[in-house]
């Protein structure tokens, strides 16, 4: 189960670089927030930038939930009973997310992050079920 933590993990981080970039002014803006959110040349507004500094907090603390239920971390102060909780609110919010990637306008955003969301679901599912 490691080696699906570290992979789910992995997949988590990377798109909270995503998002670290978008919120540090990248001109991506179109692969998120379904294609729809404001942009000037591509960058995003300033709200959008906000909620993407916010999502990065989120990844990080999906990403922690996810290796502390694959052994890999110990789950310090959260309890086992918040991580086995964790991990299944991780695997909604993916699956949510994934939605939302497959229904956006832009075609990058349903290809690649909703690809790389769909991935990290069922990897933190096998750990869920697990």
Same mark, same amino acid.
């Given at each position: ?42 960058? *995003? @507004? ?14 990080? +603390? /999906? $990403?922690?939930? &996810? =290796? ?33 990637? *497959? @229904? ?14 769909? +991935? /990290? $679901?069922?990897? &933190? =599912? ?5």
């Amino acid at each position: 189960m490691q080696v699906v933590a570290i992979a789910g993990a992995v997949l988590l981080i990377g798109v909270a670089v995503f998002q670290i970039a978008l919120a540090a002014g990248a001109a991506w803006g179109d692969m998120a927030y379904g294609g729809r959110a404001e942009t000037h040349h591509g960058i *995003l @507004a300033t709200p959008y930038r906000f909620m993407s500094g916010l999502a990065v907090l989120m990844l990080g +603390v /999906a $990403a922690w939930i &996810v =290796l502390a239920r694959g052994d890999v971390l110990s789950g310090g102060p959260m309890s086992a009973g918040f991580v086995e909780t964790g991990v299944w609110v991780v695997f909604g919010y993916l699956v949510l997310n994934t939605v939302a990637n *497959l @229904a956006s306008t832009s075609k990058n955003e349903r290809l690649i992050m909703g690809s790389v969301t769909a +991935v /990290a $679901a069922v990897l &933190v =599912l096998i750990l869920a079920l697990g």
